[in-house]
């Protein structure tokens, strides 16, 4: 049921399925073992940023490509929202390093 709303609502276009959605369709996808589904809503993702804006989303696709049992795929969403998450945390040291030496 999840999985044909979300159809609907990419195909039809009057309401654009948020992070909510995704969090919704991905396990759908892997408890049914639907791949082509889950691929097509993990590239939805990927395509309107909410894979990498939403850590939520990003552990929905890897735990849907997991429960199918394509585990690269959920290594790769995982490398890349591990390097985005690192990217910040340098980014906030550097700026605790910076304040801390004006001290």
């Given at each position: 049921m999840a999985v044909q709303c979300f159809e609907r609502m990419v195909?039809?276009?009057?309401?654009?399925?948020?992070?909510?959605?995704?969090?919704a369709v991905l396990p759908a996808c892997g408890r049914t073992g639907n791949v082509g589904?889950?691929?097509?809503?993990?590239?939805?993702?990927?395509?309107?940023?909410l894979l990498d804006g939403t850590v939520h989303v990003a552990n929905a696709v890897m735990d849907m490509h997991c429960k199918c049992g394509?585990?690269?795929?959920?290594?790769?969403?995982?490398?890349?929202?591990?390097?985005?998450?690192?990217?910040?945390?340098?980014?906030?040291?550097?700026?605790?390093?910076?304040?801390?030496?004006r001290s």
């Open positions: 195909r039809e276009g009057e309401v654009a399925p948020d992070d909510g959605t995704l969090v589904a889950g691929r097509w809503a993990h590239e939805y993702a990927r395509k309107t940023g394509d585990v690269d795929s959920a290594l790769e969403v995982f490398m890349t929202t591990l390097a985005a998450q690192c990217g910040e945390l340098e980014r906030h040291d550097r700026w605790i390093l910076i304040e801390w030496s």
